[in-house]
């Protein structure tokens, strides 16, 4: 069993709120606007840390991370990117990759709005944990995390805090 924290948005935010939530699992999944490497590398020595870049991320951040990622957690094949839509409203790229890669759990991010959404037409978990940072235009900081057993996801929890 691996215990997973999904965030996105951070725009260079990872304060203490944000590291109590994380402090329990065993990696950190981020579908970018980092904010910068810095704060990648702050993450990664918090956690073990698989990343994406966004759309605001700088070169060094483009360089260390990739816009999309592919991986397996347990027995899940997992797909993940920044700027991906949403299930019958995906981004084309994120289409193709979904239809190449086929994996059980989508995550993205860049809208600042937290949904979690099964899709039957992929038969995929789509996450987008919304926003933990303090820039842009939401009114609450998110950040999911769950659990991932041989192929079972479970124990979702959604977290929400108020901004500064």
Known sequence: MVKVGVISDTHG???EPLR???????EVWHAGDIGSIELADTIAAF????AVYGNIDGGITRRAYNDFAYFRVEECDVLMTHIGGYPRRYD???V???QACRPKIFVAGHSHILK???DPIYNLLHINPGAAGEYGPHKVRTAVRFEIDGTEIRNMEIWEWPRK
């Not at 109590?20 to 065993?26: K, R, T």
């Not at 956690?47 to 698989?50: E, G, I, Q």
Request: some cysteine; charged content about 35%; overall charge neutral.
């Open 13 to 15: 935010t990872f304060d």
């Open 20 to 26: 109590e939530f994380l402090c329990d699992v065993d």
């Open 47 to 50: 956690k073990p840390l698989r």
């Open 92 to 94: 084309p790229r994120a």
């Open 96 to 98: 193709a990759k979904i």
């Open 116 to 118: 979690i959404i099964y």
